[in-house]
């Protein structure tokens, strides 16, 4: 079948896509920049890239007409304040009305389960999407899913980051809420039975694993997979802002993500009705063999997707190819190098390892202290990691930067900051061949008025401790 995939980039659409190619499907994959779209060769081999957003309707001319199946998978939840929801409304109907002018059979939507009328904003924003498209003549199967537990996924990252972190943990009273997680496995085996079980078509199914729980025994049983004690405590009344910003500054999640996710504590996730295991039934995984299986995909390094890939947290947001082109005028520029004798591979071996658990290769403490500080400014802080501990692709987060350009061929990666900044800072590392051979670092700053041009000169005696070192130990070590 010919199937448009949209999400392409997100956390679903790839692990969903290379068990499309596996069973044979022809799939576009639908991307808003395909410069972040990056597979395997046998995958790319299979599929074709459409570069189109959605979110404007002079853009659907650009997605094929000829498909079968159409995956709506998009999602706009990192937007800040009303903005989400306006964006996704208009996406899904720009959407809606681009199926009508297909052969499209049916399209699969995957949603939220809502068990109350009085919804959180981002799960009434789900159920406006479901009856935008359901409004269609096309045909819809729906999915609606609780939380999605599995490496790379936003509720599972809070989780870690909390029990990992934290030996007293202080919750709202509204953790004693009850949900149905369901591990990422289930929903990609839920969503590509979609399409092979005919009889799924038009109709709407709830999915969730084997367990009914609070978010506190969540939390206790990851405890317990993990090995920590830890202590609960709860405070009934608590402002959801206020544990928002407090779960934003512990966790590398963005606050309007956060935000987003704690204000639908209110509402209680559970399976109603568990039908689809009569049209598509699979062994379901529960909360701690999920825990277990994404345990193994970070400790094998291989991650897929992260909730880090989407970029609407991005103060680029995802126009990263405008920031490619480092500028020159108005900027100040420190540029520093250091000429050796090993193999260029090698050292690039050791600039692609940057970040994350690995470090920054010197002065470890104080890339911890500018992350502290932009998390007060509300910027992103080093916490955030990496996808992956050894490869790195455009639009990869990588800790407070973003991954510009990651090119192994040309010796050159550039990094753009998401940290809280009064000015635009870029950081590119590259080898320069030649006799000799020379590492090269340059930061780049473009300061916005006086306080840009402050903290430039309050910083520039601090990169005299971290960038000579660090051009040192990426050779040597």
Known sequence: MNILLTGATGYIGKRLLPVLVQRGHKVYC?????????????????????????????????????????????????????????????????????????????????????????????LRSRQNVENILCASHIPVTVLRAGIIVGSGSASFEIIRDLIERLPIIITPSKINTRTQPIAIRNVIDYLVGSIEKPDTTG????????????????????????????????????????????LYFITSTPYRLVLNLMESLKNEVIVKNPEIQNYIPTEIIDYRNAIRLAFDKIQQNMVVSSWKDALASSRSGDNLSSYIEVPVFGCYIDKREKTFTRSPEEVLSNIWNIGGDNGWYSTQWLWEIRGFLSKLGGGVGLNRGRRDSGDLHMGDALDFWRVLVADKEKFRLLLYSEMSLPGE?????????????????????????????????????????????????????
């Open 425 to 477: 800072a870029w950081l590119e590392i590259k080898i320069i061949t030649g006799s000799p051979n020379k590492l090269q670092l340059t930061a780049t700053f473009r300061p916005k008025g006086i306080k840009g041009r402050w903290y430039w000169y309050s910083v520039l005696p601090f990169h005299y401790l971290i960038f000579g070192k660090m051009l040192k130990n990426m050779i040597s070590l």
């Open 203 to 246: 109709k709407i199914f709830e999915i969730g694993g084997p367990d009914i729980l609070t978010y506190k025994q969540m939390l206790k049983i990851f405890a317990e997979e993990r090995k920590y004690k830890r202590y609960f405590f709860s405070i009934p009344f608590l402002p959801v802002g206020i544990t928002s910003y407090w």
């Open 30 to 122: 639908l991307v808003r920049n395909k410069n972040r779209f990056y597979a395997s060769e046998e995958i790319l081999s299979k599929i074709e890239i459409v570069e189109a957003d959605l979110l404007y309707r002079s853009e659907i001319k650009k997605l094929p007409n000829d498909i079968d199946i159409a995956y709506y998978l998009i999602h706009s939840m990192l937007s800040s304040g009303s903005e989400f929801v306006l964006q996704e409304k208009q996406t899904a109907i720009n959407f809606r009305d681009y199926l009508e002018k297909t052969n499209v059979k049916r399209a699969i939507y995957l949603g939220g389960i809502y068990n109350s009328s009085n919804l959180s904003k981002h």
